[in-house]
């Protein structure tokens, strides 16, 4: 039995009323001097914008107020938190509050419902005074409305023309039902375009690769599973959105996809969109740890020479070499310094070695100390480069860049796989040379593992191992384990150590590592200087190509005393595969 308000109720909600409508007036207010809307959706806008029709009634539910997010008419009349604005909702507000505090309490409103949030068709009143009492659900006569782009509960005005332009890109791709898992939202207007474009030139080459008209469904699954996808799929894997925590996958997809434009202009050939994420996050992530590691390098600039830089942590590389990856191959990209001079064409002939193994590109690197280098002989470069490769049978293309060597190296080898250099002049033995040597330098900064070759052509037909267990010789551990497994090498370890137990741990280390990815070697401990033990084993074995970890001590420590690598590089004649 309902029951009509008493005069002491009225009062208290026309009191509740004028607190409530000066703090929406406040709120207001602050929105305009912020620039933070906090404004109800207007139902006819989004229905409009989203081009949605029909509902389907879903009777009587308990729906969150804070999921409430818009209006069909009074979106003007209340704040997002439907706070009253206006004294002419004074009469109704009040009524409504007086009833609530008595026996008759609020009956169920009417709303839409969009994906996950809520419109109001009749009840704006009863959802306001429900929050001015405490509530947290509301009793609602629910239609929903299906949408192509299901709406949020803290979706703003501002996001409709996203929403507009996602609702227009799923109505022309149909990818939401081609893909029901897709999620291609962006931050910023106007990038459907772009993305509508990329599946056109995708459909164009699909066109000339398949020879035969391809629909256009078709085009958008193959570039949403083959391009797309494969992208998106490393962003996940290195956890690169974490980085960036504003933005979407689209977002960085679109990123990645002008970036890459930009880097191959710069470098002058193709960069894989792998190579370029890496990039981008290296260059452009504005997260505190990238800040304070960029910090330290240009103090170290400051301090110390280029040639005390540590380099990139160990194992980075590998980190970005297996994500992202469609095949098993770890060197799609080869990169190879070049002189001109016989030497590097050795350097050169190695790395068609490799090709042929793994189906590599190989990008030869001519770097010019100047712009006035005489034309004829970069293109004389250029003529041998493609004939050599030609007639080889793999794919090539040389760059030429300007600068110092070692920079312009270690700039290209980011978006490569594998540095193939010629070995005329490792680093010398007193610490003065050493820190004088572009060798050195090159192994200390190079971003990805290099192979080191003297002057002969190994078939790279047996591998040699030296593991200690450090960071660095794990992850010539893991090539070494790649190289036995995908080239199908006969694979030895060596353990260098004078303390027979500890030693044996070591190997014991590598054998447990190798038998896990099921790939069988041979295991050698020595006593002994380590570089004669590891090149008499190499001879004993005939072993035609060596593994090993980078330098392991600091780069002051390194130049001082000087490394097994560096003793290594200056009397093996057996290509050296020197791993990060």
């Given at each position: 039995?309902?029951?009509?308000?008493?005069?002491?109720?009225?009062?208290?909600?026309?009191?509740?009323?004028?607190?409530?409508?000066?703090?929406?007036?406040?709120?207001?207010?602050?929105?305009?001097?912020?620039?933070?809307?906090?404004?109800?959706?207007?139902?006819?806008?989004?229905?409009?914008?989203?081009?949605?029709?029909?509902?389907?009634?879903?009777?009587?539910?308990?729906?969150?107020?804070?999921?409430?997010?818009?209006?069909?008419?009074?979106?003007?009349?209340?704040?997002?938190?439907?706070l009253?604005?206006?004294?002419?909702?004074?009469?109704?507000?009040?009524?409504?509050?007086?009833?609530?505090?008595?026996?008759?309490?609020?009956p169920?409103?009417?709303?839409?419902?969009?994906?996950?949030?809520?419109?109001?068709?009749?009840?704006?009143?009863?959802?306001?005074?429900?929050?001015?009492?405490?509530?947290?659900?509301?009793?609602?006569?629910?239609?929903?409305?299906?949408?192509?782009?299901?709406?949020?509960?803290?979706?703003?005005?501002?996001?409709?023309?996203?929403?507009?332009?996602?609702?227009?890109?799923?109505?022309?791709?149909?990818?939401?039902?081609?893909?029901?898992?897709?999620?291609?939202?962006?931050?910023?207007?106007?990038?459907?375009?772009?993305?509508?474009?990329?599946?056109?030139?995708?459909?164009?080459?699909?066109?000339?690769?398949?020879?035969?008209d391809?629909?256009?469904?078709?085009?958008?699954?193959?570039?949403?599973?083959?391009?797309?996808?494969?992208?998106?799929?490393?962003?996940?894997?290195?956890?690169?959105?974490?980085?960036?925590?504003?933005?979407?996958?689209?977002?960085?997809?679109?990123?990645?996809?002008?970036?890459?434009?930009?880097?191959?202009?710069?470098?002058?050939?193709?960069?894989?969109?792998?190579?370029?994420?890496?990039?981008?996050?290296?260059?452009?992530?504005?997260?505190?740890?990238?800040?304070?590691?960029?910090?330290?390098?240009?103090?170290?600039?400051?301090?110390?020479?280029?040639?005390?830089?540590?380099?990139?942590?160990?194992?980075?590389?590998?980190?970005?070499?297996?994500?992202?990856?469609?095949?098993?191959?770890?060197?799609?990209?080869?990169?190879?310094?070049?002189?001109?001079?016989?030497?590097?064409?050795?350097?050169?002939?190695?790395?068609?070695?490799?090709?042929?193994?793994?189906?590599?590109?190989?990008?030869?690197?001519?770097?010019?100390?100047?712009?006035?280098?005489?034309?004829?002989?970069?293109?004389?470069?250029?003529?041998?480069?493609?004939?050599?490769?030609?007639?080889?049978?793999?794919?090539?293309?040389?760059?030429?860049?300007?600068?110092?060597?070692?920079?312009?190296?270690?700039?290209?080898?980011?978006?490569?796989?594998?540095?193939?250099?010629?070995?005329?002049?490792?680093?010398?033995?007193?610490?003065?040379?050493?820190?004088?040597?572009?060798?050195?330098?090159?192994?200390q900064?190079?971003?990805?593992?290099?192979?080191?070759?003297p002057?002969?052509?190994?078939?790279?037909?047996?591998?040699?191992?030296?593991?200690?267990?450090?960071?660095?010789?794990?992850?010539?551990?893991?090539?070494?384990?790649?190289?036995?497994?995908q080239?199908?090498?006969?694979?030895?370890?060596?353990?260098?150590?004078?303390?027979?137990?500890?030693?044996?741990?070591?190997?014991?280390?590598?054998?447990?590592?190798l038998?896990?990815?099921?790939?069988?070697?041979?295991?050698?401990?020595?006593?002994?200087?380590?570089s004669?033990?590891?090149?008499e084993?190499?001879q004993?074995?005939?072993?035609d190509?060596i593994?090993?970890?980078?330098?392991?001590?600091?780069?002051?420590?390194?130049?001082?005393?000087?490394?097994?690598?560096?003793?290594?590089?200056?009397?093996?004649?057996?290509?050296?595969?020197?791993?990060?």
């Open positions: 039995m309902f029951t009509e308000p008493t005069q002491e109720d009225l009062s208290t909600a026309i009191s509740d009323f004028h607190r409530a409508r000066n703090r929406g007036q406040l709120k207001a207010l602050f929105s305009r001097l912020t620039g933070a809307s906090d404004r109800l959706l207007s139902y006819d806008d989004v229905r409009q914008m989203l081009r949605l029709q029909g509902g389907i009634e879903r009777g009587v539910q308990d729906i969150p107020l804070d999921a409430i997010v818009g209006s069909v008419g009074r979106y003007s009349d209340f704040t997002r938190d439907f009253p604005l206006h004294e002419a909702t004074q009469e109704r507000w009040v009524r409504v509050k007086a009833a609530a505090s008595g026996l008759a309490g609020l169920p409103i009417e709303v839409y419902k969009i994906g996950n949030a809520y419109f109001v068709k009749d009840g704006n009143h009863r959802v306001s005074v429900a929050r001015q009492l405490g509530a947290h659900h509301i009793q609602a006569y629910v239609t929903e409305v299906q949408s192509r782009v299901p709406l949020d509960p803290n979706v703003k005005p501002d996001d409709l023309i996203l929403i507009s332009e996602y609702n227009q890109f799923l109505e022309r791709t149909h990818l939401d039902q081609l893909r029901p898992d897709a999620d291609l939202r962006v931050t910023a207007p106007g990038q459907y375009p772009v993305l509508l474009e990329h599946i056109d030139v995708h459909r164009y080459y699909m066109g000339l690769d398949f020879q035969r391809i629909s256009y469904e078709e085009a958008v699954t193959h570039w949403y599973d083959t391009v797309y996808l494969p992208i998106v799929e490393f962003i996940r894997q290195q956890g690169i959105l974490r980085r960036f925590p504003d933005r979407t996958e689209t977002d960085l997809y679109l990123w990645i996809a002008e970036h890459r434009a930009e880097l191959e202009e710069e470098l002058g050939h193709p960069v894989r969109p792998e190579h370029v994420a890496g990039h981008l996050v290296e260059e452009h992530s504005q997260a505190l740890e990238n800040f304070l590691g960029r910090l330290g390098n240009r103090l170290l600039e400051i301090i110390a020479p280029d040639k005390l830089e540590s380099g990139p942590r160990a194992g980075q590389w590998r980190s970005r070499a297996l994500a992202g990856r469609s095949d098993n191959r770890l060197f799609l990209d080869l990169l190879t310094p070049l002189n001109g001079k016989e030497d590097g064409w050795c350097a050169l002939e190695q790395a068609i070695v490799v090709a042929r193994r793994e189906g590599s590109n190989i990008y030869g690197l001519h770097v010019r100390r100047d712009e006035d280098e005489d034309d004829s002989e970069m293109q004389a470069i250029r003529a041998e480069f493609d004939r050599r490769c030609e007639n080889s049978g793999v794919n090539g293309r040389m760059v030429f860049s300007t600068g110092e060597i070692v920079e312009e190296t270690c700039s290209h080898a980011a978006v490569t796989d594998l540095v193939i250099v010629n070995l005329s002049y490792p680093p010398a033995a007193q610490p003065l040379a050493r820190l004088a040597s572009g060798f050195h330098d090159l192994i900064r190079c971003p990805r593992p290099v192979l080191a070759t002057q002969t052509v190994s078939p790279l037909n047996r591998a040699l191992l030296a593991f200690d267990g450090s960071p660095k010789a794990r992850e010539a551990l893991f090539l070494a384990t790649y190289l036995a497994g080239w199908h090498i006969p694979l030895d370890v060596i353990t260098v150590s004078e303390d027979d137990r500890s030693g044996q741990e070591t190997l014991e280390n590598a054998r447990q590592y038998e896990e990815h099921n790939v069988k070697a041979g295991y050698h401990l020595k006593t002994g200087v380590v004669q033990a590891l090149l084993l190499a004993e074995l005939n072993s190509l593994v090993m970890g980078g330098y392991g001590l600091s780069p002051v420590l390194e130049v001082v005393l000087g490394s097994t690598v560096n003793d290594v590089l200056r009397e093996s004649e057996k290509p050296i595969l020197i791993c990060r």
